[in-house]
């Protein structure tokens, strides 16, 4: 006996109303990731242009000026709009394909000293010591230098943040290959400042949270950094204890990326 045949039902045309909905749905998640990625770059531009501004200021306030203390500023407004410059060719680059194969490569030792550097007139401002130890055994990171100077320029921002009201306040850095993974090297930042309460420590890497207040802080800095170690193929972590250090230390991030393999 053969089965009479089920007719095929043809689909629904979408009802037009739920398809007008449904496209404005998609634009307007389209959009809020526009302005989420648009909130984020206008994070990274205004602390570079705030150090131009804040080194300006300080000139002006000056009564006399030594020429040796004008060349020293001038090095710093250098500094800070080669980094403007970088910011906004790597938002340029948006336009271009990406390459299929990124060779990128960071030495974890110069690049220090470059942030280190570029952070040199908040140190001194703000009297904080910063010690940085890098392992000398340690290779090059999987990552563009850009990346990995805007993670950390982030970090040491909140840390130099967290110890403000510390008498003596220490920041220290290590970087070295993780001892239970040796694809991956890790650089630590250990602040002997405030701490960071448990009822927030589960918030910190949400966008636009901040405990700093509107003037201070976009609460973008920990969400940034964390997005662009993980399109590296790392991760930025809170420590849940700070572990051994030389100097006391409340709190430890830890950013981790993997070490490049080329030769
Ligand atoms: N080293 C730290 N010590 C204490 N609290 C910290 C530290 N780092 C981050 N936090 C806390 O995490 C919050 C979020 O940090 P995040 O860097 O994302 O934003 P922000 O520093 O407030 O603002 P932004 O970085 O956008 O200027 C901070 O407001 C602060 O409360
Ligand atoms: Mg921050």
Redesign the pocket.
Known sequence: MTLPETPRVPPAEPDPEIRRLRELLAAAGRLAEFGRFAAQQI?EL??PLFAIKGLGQLLLEKEQVELDEVLDFARHIVEQSERLTTLVSNLRQLSVPAPTSTKARTEAGTLLLRVTALLDLRLRKSGVTLRTQVAPDLPPLAAPPHAVEQILI??L???L???AANGQPVVQVRARVMAENPRFASIE?A?N????AKA?RH??????????GDE??????????REIARGAGGDVV?LDEPGTWNEPA????RLTLPVSQEL
């Open positions: 994070h205004r602390q982030n970090l921002g909140n840390a943040d967290a110890v930042v602040d400042g405030s701490g960071i927030v918030r910190l890497f949400e966008s636009f949270f901040t405990t700093k201070q802080g976009t609460g973008l800095g920990l969400a940034v950094s809170l409340s709190t430890v991030f």
